[in-house]
């Protein structure tokens, strides 16, 4: 299972769902989400992999705990 972690605090994200599926929007946004359950905050899958690419690189003498 692929754990996914909070950009933002770290905390856990879990898989959401946009309910407000208008048919005549933008198709910018994607369905689906990641929601921090700690924070609240909302970010796409690209978003998490962007930010824990950066992180890798940020923390490379940090020891990398997960
Ligand atoms: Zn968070």
Known sequence: MIQRQ????????????????????????????LRCSTCGGEFTAEQVRESKRAKQLDGATAQEIS
């Open 6 to 33: 909070c950009p933002e605090c770290d905390g856990e994200l879990v898989l959401a769902r946009h309910s407000d599926n208008q048919g005549s929007g933008v198709e910018a946004r994607p369905s689906t989400y």
